[in-house]
C-alpha cells in the first residue's frame, strides 16, 4: 500500500512549526510522534530527495502550570521553502 503525500501536507504535521536556526523545525505531540516522523520523511520528498529529518530531540514544552515531554523533529528543509508553502494554502 502506498500513501500518497503533497507539499501543503506538510501543515498537517506536528503542531508548532518553528524556524531553528534557518531551516525548520517541527514539534509534535509524544504520543503521535512515530507516526508523524514516518509521514514527515514522506513530506520532505516532494521537496527534494536531499530534504530530510536531520535529528530528533526530546522538546519539553510548557503550559501554564503542565509540562510536556514532546518530540522536535528538526529538517534540513530551508525555513524559507515551508513559509511559501504556508503563504500558498
Do not use: H, Q, W
Not at 35 to 42: F, M, P, S
Not at 65 to 77: G, R, S
Request: aromatic share 8%; net charge negative.
Amino acid at each position: 500500500m502506498n500513501i500518497e503525500v503533497e507539499k501543503n501536507d506538510i501543515m498537517k504535521i506536528g503542531y508548532k512549526r518553528i524556524n531553528f536556526a534557518g531551516v525548520l523545525g517541527i514539534v509534535s505531540d509524544s504520543d503521535t510522534a512515530n507516526v508523524e516522523e514516518i509521514l514527515l520523511r514522506c513530506i520532505l520528498k516532494c521537496f527534494g530527495e536531499t530534504y530530510i529529518i536531520t535529528k530528533v530531540e526530546d522538546c519539553v514544552m510548557v503550559d501554564e502550570d503542565d509540562l510536556y515531554d514532546d518530540i522536535m523533529f528538526i529538517t534540513n528543509l530551508p525555513f524559507e521553502m515551508f513559509e511559501k508553502v504556508d503563504r500558498d494554502v
